[in-house]
């Protein structure tokens, strides 16, 4: 089984950075950062394969880098020019297979709590 545990959220200012940090426990393929907003679905932010291979949203392209490190088994998401549309709950998703469509939320069976990011 993998076990899935997000840090780094918290508040900042329209134009600042943060980052977030999701510990691993159990081997991972492909991991993937996705979010929620009050009221919205869930959607893929970025997505990373076990070759190191990034994919991300256009949304948060050019602003947000996503990184692993395989021999800690953690993920992180750096997350710069902030904006207040970024605001949400972000939770980091594992699978132990390669995905076909990585920022797509149904093809992730293990799923942190949460983190939560406010940008005013």
């Known amino acids: 089984d993998v076990q899935l545990v997000e840090s780094g959220g918290g508040s900042v200012q329209a134009g600042g950075s943060l980052r977030l940090s999701c510990a691993a426990s159990?081997?991972?393929?492909?991991m993937a950062w996705f979010r929620q907003a009050p009221g919205k679905e869930r959607e893929g932010v970025a997505s990373?394969?076990?070759?190191?291979?990034?994919l991300y949203a256009a949304s948060v392209k050019g602003r947000f880098t996503i990184s692993r490190d395989s021999a800690k088994n953690t993920l992180s998401l750096q997350m710069n020019s902030l904006k207040p549309e970024d605001t949400a709950m972000y939770y980091c998703?594992?699978?132990?297979?390669?995905?076909?469509?990585?920022?797509?939320?149904?093809?992730?069976?293990?799923w942190g709590q949460g983190t939560q990011v406010t940008v005013s």
């Open positions: 998703a594992a699978a132990r297979w390669w995905v076909d469509v990585p920022l797509q939320r149904t093809k992730y069976n293990y």
């Open positions: 990373i394969w076990s070759d190191g291979s990034p």
């Open positions: 159990g081997n991972t393929y492909t």
